[in-house]
């Protein structure tokens, strides 16, 4: 198993044991369970997220690499995914936002996040914003 998915598999371990609480006082985290594109198994991806009326917002940052994260190929394959938020758990459906709708949301996030700039700097991309729907 890799170090990075030993790390998140710690923290996955460490929000469901918490009732989906984390130390640190950093950035909200929610755990997102989505179908894997090439493999169909189902896989968990703990995430910061914001809100955006009662929907959720993730981006696929992927910490400025220069590829999308995984889950974000699953989404883009099937946008059924599963949320655990807190101690609430429940099924959404993932939209990839675009132009104006996509500028909201980062602006939103940049301004709550600023270091999300500097993955975008590094990333070389556009970082793609989806939300996520009850």
């Not at 009326?53 to 992927?62: D, E, K, M, R, T």
């Not at 889950?71 to 459906?93: C, I, K, Q």
């Amino acid at each position: 198993m890799s170090e990075r998915v030993e790390r998140n598999q710690l923290i996955i371990d460490q929000f469901r044991a918490n009732g989906g609480q984390l130390g640190g006082g950093g950035l909200p985290l929610l755990l997102l369970t989505t179908t894997g594109a090439r493999t169909g198994r189902r896989l968990t991806s703990p995430m910061a997220y914001a809100t955006d009326g009662p929907n959720l917002v993730v981006f696929a940052a992927n910490g400025g690499r220069p590829t999308h994260p995984n889950w974000f190929y699953n989404l883009r394959a099937d946008p059924a995914a599963h949320v655990e938020v807190g101690t609430e758990s429940f099924d959404v459906t993932a939209t990839i936002t675009e132009g104006a709708e996509r500028d909201r949301l980062w602006a939103q996030q940049l301004r709550a996040a600023p270091f999300f700039a500097d993955f975008q700097q590094r990333a070389g991309r556009t970082i793609p914003v989806i939300t996520l729907s009850r």
